[in-house]
């Protein structure tokens, strides 16, 4: 590899490190000085380094930027209506006391099969922290097993576009794909969990005092969520139920559950305090239920579903899978556009408005929480869009082609080179799609002539791409943003349960080489 690619790759990591652990700078300008470093020291021209910012930042904001703005406002109207309690609750009695990981980190991973990781996870964070509040802890082990087990789909299963385009340039048999991915995923999921569970109370304590107050409110913003005994005041909530798990009248409640249900068992507004505006005279209580609750999110993740899966039918007709050449059919144009992210959520916001709000809530009152919901998910968007900046210099200058052609030239293992191509150019630029599309490129004339099972090749590509989630990935920044994690703690919880995972994934590539080679 050329020394100054590889010099620009390596100041470019230390520039973010160094800035945001040891400044008073924020991760958005330490990225985009981390972008400008890159740039210059890999030769780029001045010019040329700004339009790549730019353009990064843009494309990356054009992506994402709405559903994320969209996604918050429909978190925070399930939020104050008490849909999200209610939604908590019934997850609660589904799955099991202690069970709420494994229960967050499956619905996780069949959300993200056809739905972007960024997209689902902004729609199903709200979610995670209602069970949280509920438990009165563990919102990162949570927050780290619902993220990762989205990431293990969307980089392992089609039609999630990676993997669908590695099946068409390696021409790997899609339904084939989509089995081996699924076994994958189902392997890989106890790992989520269990590096969530070990690592999210050692974590817990650092998350930052905004994001614990909006989780656990204000009588919980000292609760330290490391085994689930810390409990918050809950005289103010009006909630009879004895710290022991019983209430007065020898009714049992879930152990843990110290909010969310009075002494009759009925269920509770996440916070009781919230004022939805004042009921006309014989107005009932209001009461939100758990279907009712479940349809500003599922029915925008069912519409996206819709989508893809027309889409990616569409393409198989017309012979064009991962050629990048689509065009919908006109029978598909309509599902395109409903299923859409953008349209999909604006259909929940509208639908968390008119069916989770009383009547008698103010327009005023609504509008307030929008503009609440805005501010913030602001710091959010900026940080986002500039790891897209910087993802977009890394590509632009030549450093993720430059490891891939470096890494193809070592005598390895045939089907460990896409894998590791995979590896270091989503080290080298943040996008795990660019990553497993890139090394199906550089490897597939190597496929048949070093005797790789298409399979196998295509599921190294994907596998490789899931490694370290860091400070050039736009979903690093999602995740720890929305669960409150800075510096050590953001690399220790989340890059630690991404590499946990792709570390997961090399014996079962051995296991597969071995049965399909």
């Known amino acids: 590899m050329d020394i100054q690619l590889l010099l620009a790759l390596v100041l470019g990591i230390a520039t973010i490190i160094v800035l945001v652990l040891k400044t008073r700078l924020d991760a958005f300008v330490a990225l985009l000085i981390a972008a400008l470093v890159t740039g210059i020291v890999a030769g780029q021209a001045p010019l040329d380094i700004v339009s790549s910012i730019t353009t990064g930042f843009g494309n990356t904001l054009a992506s994402i930027g709405i559903v994320i703005g969209l996604g918050v406002g429909i978190g925070k109207i399930l939020e104050v209506s008490g849909a999200a309690n209610a939604l908590a609750l019934a997850f609660l009695r589904l799955f099991g006391k202690g069970r709420e990981p494994w229960a967050l980190s499956s619905v996780g991973a069949l959300v993200s099969i056809p739905v972007f990781c960024d997209s689902g996870y902004v729609i199903m964070n709200p979610l995670a922290r209602s069970i949280a509040r509920v438990k009165r802890a563990g919102y990162i082990t949570l927050a780290l097993a619902l993220g990762c087990g989205m990431t293990l789909t969307h980089h392992l299963v089609p039609p999630t576009p990676g993997p669908l385009a590695v099946a068409g340039i390696l021409g790997a048999d899609l339904g084939a794909l989509i089995l081996t991915g699924l076994i994958f995923t189902v392997i890989l999921l ?19 005092e905004t994001v614990r107050e909006t989780v656990y409110g204000t009588a919980g913003a000292g609760v330290r969520g490391s085994t689930g005994t810390a409990l918050a005041d809950r005289t103010a909530a009006g909630d009879s139920t004895s710290v022991a798990g019983h209430d007065d009248g020898g009714a049992h409640v879930p152990d843990g559950i110290t909010s969310g249900t009075t002494s009759d068992g009925s269920e509770m507004p996440a916070d009781p305090s919230v004022d939805l505006g004042t009921p006309p005279p014989g107005a009932k209580p209001h ?4 279907f009712v609750a479940s349809l500003p999110l599922l029915v925008p993740l069912l519409l996206i579903i ?3 899966v027309s889409g990616a039918i569409d393409q198989s007709n017309q012979g064009v899978v991962g050629t990048g050449e689509y065009e919908p059919s006109a029978w598909a144009v309509p599902l395109a556009f409903v299923g859409n992210p953008v349209v999909a959520l604006v259909i929940g916001v509208i639908l968390a408005v008119y069916t989770l709000l009383p009547r008698w809530t103010p327009r005023t009152k609504v509008q307030g929480w929008f503009a609440d919901a805005a501010a913030s998910a602001g710091l959010i968007l900026l940080i986002t869009g500039a790891g897209g900046a910087l993802g977009q210099v890394l590509r632009s200058s030549g450093v993720g082609d430059a490891l891939a052609e470096a890494i193809a030239a070592t005598p390895l293992p045939a089907f460990l080179v896409p894998f590791l191509i995979a590896t270091l150019v989503r080290i080298a630029q943040g996008s795990g799609t660019v990553a497993m599309i890139t090394a199906a490129s550089v490897t597939a004339p190597l496929v048949g002539s070093l005797g790789i099972d298409p399979i196998v090749a295509a599921m190294a590509c994907t596998a490789g791409s899931m490694v370290f989630s860091y400070f050039n990935d736009s979903y690093f920044w999602v995740v720890t943003r929305f669960a ?3 510096g050590t703690a953001a690399l220790r919880g989340w ?3 991404t590499t946990a995972v792709w570390a997961g994934s090399i014996p079962l590539l051995f296991i597969a080489n071995a049965v399909l080679g």
């Open 306 to 308: 819709l989508n893809t």
């Open 495 to 497: 890059s630690g349960i």
């Open 484 to 486: 409150g994690l800075e």
């Open 287 to 290: 009461r939100v239920g758990a």
């Open 190 to 208: 106890p790992v989520v969990v269990f590096y969530a569970k070990w690592i999210g109370p050692k974590i817990e304590p650092t998350m930052s």
